[in-house]
């Protein structure tokens, strides 16, 4: 991984999708902290470092990673980020729009949260009951393409964290409980209000509310509890 690095040091222009999870794009620099089959360009704890250049990256896109983040790793993070970017270049940044989903929740508004719910209680369901009760079907199954290694260890904790996920989400408060913690993967929580305020600390020239970009943003699904943001350096 060391090579792959190195290969970015000294160029300009570049586009990084960070955290990019199954998202890969073509032309982009793909990051992501665990290797996966689709095979991101870097693997890194971005949290530990942050292998680009200054003014080297024209572009850098991040969807839901910052909400996975604590605060100061996330504003650390966003520093980064600032400073790779070319005067004039662009970070666009998605996430969790916790607003929109508290207000859902207010105004009981079931089509809302069961839209951002869905496969939860289904497809999510079904598949970690499976691995939790029947792992070795899963290897049978996906010999060459094996989930992530917690879903099959027999690691106490990582049991846990499968067991975590067999839950029929039966009321609305329960669906806010998942998008607020995501199993306790999710650390901190933003809205508009909050990140535009601490882009415009960092020194972003310009930032604002954008939307859903079919080109760019993957969570189509949950476009409504999204909330897009674009800063300019």
């Known amino acids: 991984m060391i090579e792959a690095i190195s290969k970015f040091s000294g160029k300009n222009n570049l586009r990084l999708n ?8 073509t032309g982009w620099v793909n990051v992501d902290f665990v290797e996966r089959e689709n095979k991101p360009d870097i693997v890194c704890d971005l949290t530990k470092e942050f292998p680009f250049d200054e003014n080297s990256c024209s572009y850098i896109y991040s969807e839901h990673l910052i909400e996975h983040l ?36 207010i105004n009981k508004n079931e089509s809302f949260l069961k839209n951002m719910s869905r496969g939860l209680d289904d497809e999510d369901y ?12 899963i290897r049978k199954e996906r010999p ?5 290694f917690w879903h099959l260890s027999n690691n106490e904790e990582d049991r846990k964290r499968v067991r975590l996920r067999i839950r029929q989400h039966k009321y609305l408060i329960d669906i806010v409980d998942w998008a ?30 954008s939307t ?16 897009y943001i674009e800063a300019i350096k």
């Open 18 to 25: 960070l955290g990019c999870g199954r998202n890969i794009k």
């Open 70 to 105: 604590e605060w100061l790793d996330g504003r650390i993070l966003l520093c980064k980020c600032f400073n790779s970017l070319q005067k004039g270049g662009v970070l666009r940044i998605v996430f969790p729009d916790f607003e929109e989903i508290f207000r859902a929740y």
């Open 126 to 137: 079904n598949y970690y009951k499976k691995v939790y009760e029947h792992p070795e079907e």
């Open 144 to 148: 060459h393409n094996l989930p992530p």
């Open 180 to 209: 607020v913690h995501q199993f306790a993967e999710h650390k901190t929580l933003y809205d508009t209000e909050a990140m535009k305020g601490l882009l415009d600390e960092i020194g972003f020239s310009k930032v604002c509310r």
């Open 212 to 227: 859903f970009d079919p080109k760019m943003d993957s969570s189509k699904y949950y476009i409504p509890s999204c909330c």
